[in-house]
């Protein structure tokens, strides 16, 4: 089993950042993709960044040249850096980690983003 464990969520004003950090435990295996999804109220989940294993990232294009994903492999820890933020970035932020070997998805429990026009 994997436990995810996300913090820094908040409060913040249009234009500032956030930093969001998402602690993995458990049995993990090597090869995974961890990332970052977000579901605003009325709204589908949706892909915020997922960094790989290798180090390969991927943004949804509402998100490209605003956040930042990055991830320290010996802590099993990814986090993602929020800057420029807007109103409608605001949403449950939730953390996930896809494991290659057993194919099994995991998610945390969510943070919330709330930001202020």
């Known amino acids: 089993q994997v436990q995810l464990v996300e913090s820094g969520g908040g409060l913040v004003q249009a234009g500032g950042s956030l930093r969001l950090s998402c602690a993995a435990s458990?049995?993990?295996?090597?090869?995974?993709?961890m990332g970052w999804y977000r579901q605003a109220p009325g709204k589908q989940r949706e892909l915020v960044a997922v960094?790989?294993?290798?180090?390969?990232?991927n943004y949804a294009d509402s998100v490209k040249g605003r956040f930042t994903i990055f991830r320290d492999k010996p802590k099993n820890t990814v986090y993602l850096q929020m800057n420029s933020l807007k109103p409608e970035d605001t949403a449950v932020y939730y953390c996930?980690?896809?494991?290659?070997?057993?194919?099994?998805?995991?998610w945390g429990k969510g943070t919330l983003v709330t930001v202020s026009s």
């Open positions: 996930t980690l896809s494991d290659q070997y057993s194919g099994m998805d995991y």
């Open positions: 960094v790989a294993s290798g180090g390969l990232t």
């Open positions: 458990g049995s993990i295996f090597v090869i995974n993709v």
